[in-house]
């Protein structure tokens, strides 16, 4: 039987990702007899994907190597003893960044990746994570620097473009993140992820009708992103088209019926059609969803508001105003509120 283990580790060593995700896998299907689990190959799985930029993947590994405690112990047995036999190899410096910013160790794995782009200073990989620590802990201008070493090192590098364009967006440069989601297309025509952070970035433009179609570009290519239908029906509302708003909506709804926003967006729409029966059931769902949902707070306050039932009306708006994160709209809350005299606790 082929030693599916070595084999994995080599690949890993060499930077042969496909290979190392082969290996890994033939590793987990050909456990020794009496062995019911490992978790190391998953872990070298996760890694693989996380290299990739495929995050979904990503976390349905880690939750088969790095959920419980004796799966972290031996994991991490294995990493140690992975870069104790290659001190002088990037890779191994990297792989042990990857287990160490996973096991809420990040100062740590800071030194593993920049011992890593030490020894690969042509890599893109160490700074690609360097700049994920950074934004995790809100260092938004270190993680920016880390993101544009990674691209200037790997153009070609989708993951690290894509991050870059996010981070610029976090600080409204649209201008700067625009570029890299139109690059990112370029790499990967059909990641339709990409397609929906450009439509995201053009809608904070004002350029409402290039956002529809890149959000429609994003659905063709992933029909089941319930994200992706709400946001392109939070576009058609902005723009007074509330029939196409309600579409969108309920695709969302279809596509995932815990998603929550969508059921908070179709009861403002049937609250303003004064369908109150149908809007007290869609706050409702959505509280079941998410039971900090502040729009659908605020919509159940707006109905028991037009009943005449003050009492619990207050008692809505005040959650509503706990839970919503935009100063606006608590400060919307709170002036309507003063207006008729009451004051929320």
Same mark, same amino acid.
């Given at each position: 039987m082929p030693d599916h283990q070595t084999a994995c580790e080599t690949a890993l060593l060499a930077g042969q990702w496909d290979l190392a995700e082969q290996e890994a896998r033939a590793w987990a299907r050909h456990l020794p007899t009496g062995v019911e689990k490992d978790p190391?190959?998953?872990?070298?799985?996760?890694?693989?994907?996380?290299?990739?930029?495929?995050?979904?993947?990503?976390?349905?590994?880690?939750?088969?190597?790095?959920?419980?405690?004796?799966?972290?112990?031996?994991?991490?047995?294995?990493?140690?003893?992975?870069v104790g036999r290659q001190q002088e190899n990037a890779h191994a410096h990297l792989i042990m960044g990857l287990f160490l910013a996973q096991s809420g160790e990040s100062e740590q794995s800071m030194k593993s990746y920049k011992e890593a782009a030490r020894l690969a200073p042509e890599s893109a990989y160490p700074h690609y994570f360097l700049a994920q620590i950074h934004e995790r802990a809100n260092h938004l201008e270190m993680a920016i620097k880390e993101y544009r070493e990674a691209v200037r090192l790997a153009p070609e590098y989708a993951p690290a473009r894509t991050n870059l364009g996010v981070a610029y967006q976090e600080q409204g440069r649209l201008e700067m993140a625009i570029p890299q989601y139109r690059e990112v297309i370029k790499l990967n025509p059909d990641d339709h992820i990409a397609h929906a952070n450009?439509?995201?970035?053009?809608?904070?433009?004002?350029?409402?009708?290039? %956002?529809?179609? @890149? &959000?429609?570009? #994003?659905?063709?290519? !992933? +029909?089941?992103?319930?994200e992706v239908h709400f946001a $392109? =029906?939070?576009?058609?509302?902005?723009?007074?088209?509330?029939?196409? %708003?309600?579409? @969108? &909506?309920?695709? #969302?709804?279809?596509? !995932? +019926?815990?998603?929550?926003?969508?059921?908070?967006? $179709? =009861?403002?729409?049937?609250?303003?059609?004064?369908?109150?029966?149908? %809007?007290?059931?869609?706050?409702?769902? #959505?509280?079941?969803? !998410?039971?900090?949902?502040?729009?659908?707070?605020?919509?159940?306050?707006?109905?028991?508001?037009?009943?005449?039932?003050?009492?619990? %009306?207050?008692?809505?708006?005040?959650? #509503?105003?706990?839970?919503?994160?935009?100063?606006?709209?608590?400060?919307?809350?709170?002036?309507?509120?003063?207006?008729?005299?009451?004051?929320?606790?």
């Open positions: 190391r190959p998953h872990f070298a799985l996760n890694a693989v994907h996380l290299v990739r930029g495929q995050f979904a993947e990503a976390w349905q590994a880690h939750a088969r190597c790095l959920h419980e405690a004796d799966d972290i112990a031996e994991v991490k047995q294995w990493v140690e003893a992975f450009l439509a995201c970035a053009l809608a904070e433009q004002g350029k409402m009708e290039p %956002a529809v179609q @890149s &959000y429609k570009t #994003a659905l063709k290519l !992933n +029909p089941k992103d319930a $392109l =029906g939070g576009l058609y509302e902005t723009r007074g088209r509330l029939d196409l %708003a309600e579409r @969108s &909506y309920r695709d #969302a709804q279809e596509a !995932n +019926p815990e998603f929550g926003s969508a059921h908070s967006a $179709l =009861g403002w729409l049937a609250l303003r059609k004064r369908q109150f029966q149908d %809007a007290q059931e869609l706050f409702s769902r #959505a509280l079941k969803c !998410n039971d900090e949902d502040p729009r659908a707070y605020h919509g159940i306050a707006e109905l028991y508001a037009i009943r005449g039932k003050r009492q619990s %009306a207050m008692e809505n708006y005040t959650k #509503a105003v706990k839970h919503y994160r935009d100063p606006e709209m608590r400060n919307a809350i709170m002036n309507q509120l003063f207006q008729e005299g009451q004051v929320p606790d």
